[in-house]
């Protein structure tokens, strides 16, 4: 095929391509379906005239988190459209406080604000008085919220919507903040977190049956009848079960059918999938690299330069407190966070205190992360 035969050709195996895109709400989500009822549980309050109960909702990264706060945030608009307004904001775009009160500013009242010209406070005071005047509750969902810890945004924004009904009487808000880690609520002033308090939901990583029933899903949504096999999709599922990032899985079915078409092909092949694996294999590590904070990526950045293998935590402490004037409560909890990406593995010693002494190893090859990790800002 030339290029014009690739952009005019008018078969295709694909059924409905939108289904691998990475806004697809799906219309099944069964799997998440506890966590969706515990959010929703979450709501409820807030039908009957009171606050919505507050959620913190953990997760490694393509966990469905968002997919499913954006599936209750549609359902619950649908059914109680009257009595609630749902936003939902990604702090990774909007990451000041101005930005994100405009999000909620354009939704509620439908349109954005100026971006210069007009102060904060009136912005604030539109949002709350048409809530005052609606007497609907506001749930907003703060997602990567990491991107809100510098200059502690993160604060400023969490207070001027919890305590609006200071001013505002009667006006009811929550919040259901997203992140994928554990260590969220120590960075919240002492007089936010208290009216915080909020409700712990936990997303757990994809078992490989749950990553093949929804990777299956797709493709039988996605291609048409005999396209793709089983066993392909089982191939797949492996993969990414491996890596532990649906995202990527979804991207492979979708370069898969891409370039099984280039060849004119009406089913995917073996060699279709192999050729999609080493397209991706740097694309689901740069998913995960652009979540992490600038300190995650600074001692991630170290490691890789650190040539010895099993190296222990103690040890890379005192090289990377060297170069970076770090607590060890900090730097330990920098090493659990990249842990629990899986972008490193530690084992235990055996030696240290207690025992607990872990090496510390890379699970990708260290110029692979560094050519994938986000560019430093030079200002910083």
Not at 102 to 114: C, N, R, T
Not at 192 to 219: C, D, M, Q, W
Not at 279 to 308: G, P
């Amino acid at each position: 095929m030339d290029l014009n035969d690739i952009l005019l050709h008018d078969e295709t195996i694909f059924q409905d391509i939108t289904v691998f895109n990475s806004d697809y709400l799906p219309e099944n989500f069964k799997l998440r379906q506890p966590q969706m009822e515990e959010m929703a549980l979450s709501l409820r309050p807030a039908l009957q005239g009171g606050k919505p109960i507050n959620n913190i909702i953990l997760g490694p990264p393509a966990t469905g988190k968002t997919t499913a706060i954006k599936k209750l945030f549609e359902m619950a608009e649908y059914d109680c459209g009257d009595d609630i307004i749902c936003v939902y904001v990604n702090c990774q775009l909007h990451s000041t406080k101005f930005d994100i009160f405009s999000q909620i500013h354009k939704k509620i009242l439908g349109h954005a604000p100026p971006e210069t010209g007009v102060p904060f406070a009136r912005i604030y005071n539109n949002i709350m008085n048409e809530l005052y005047d609606s007497n609907k509750a506001l749930i907003v969902a703060l997602d990567d919220i990491n991107y809100l810890f510098q200059g502690n945004v993160i604060s400023k924004v969490f207070y001027d919507i919890l305590r609006a009904h200071e001013s505002f009487e009667g006006v009811r808000t929550g919040i259901f903040a997203v992140l994928s880690d554990v260590d969220f609520r120590y960075v919240l002033d002492k007089n936010v977190g208290s009216i915080f308090n909020a409700n712990e939901i936990n997303f757990k990583p994809y078992t490989y049956e749950e990553t093949y029933k929804i990777l299956e899903e797709r493709a039988r949504i996605g291609f048409y009848p005999t396209v793709i096999s089983k066993d392909l999709i089982e191939k797949i599922a492996m993969y990414t079960y491996e890596r532990g990032d649906l995202r990527l899985g979804i991207d492979l079915l979708r370069i898969s059918g891409n370039n099984a078409e280039v060849k004119a092909s009406k089913i995917i092949t073996n060699e279709d999938v192999e050729k999609a694996f080493n397209s991706a294999n740097s694309v689901s590590l740069k998913y995960v690299l652009d979540t992490l904070s600038e300190k995650e990526q600074d001692l991630l950045r170290f490691i890789t330069r650190i040539t010895t293998k099993n190296i222990t935590s103690g040890e890379l402490f005192k090289e990377y407190n060297r170069e970076k004037k770090i607590s060890y409560a900090t730097y330990n909890r920098l090493i659990n966070k990249l842990e629990f990406l899986r972008l490193i593995d530690t084992t235990y010693t055996g030696a240290g205190q207690k025992g607990n002494s872990r090496y510390i190893n890379l699970r990708f090859d260290g110029k692979e992360i560094r050519d994938n990790l986000p560019r430093k800002n030079p200002r910083v």
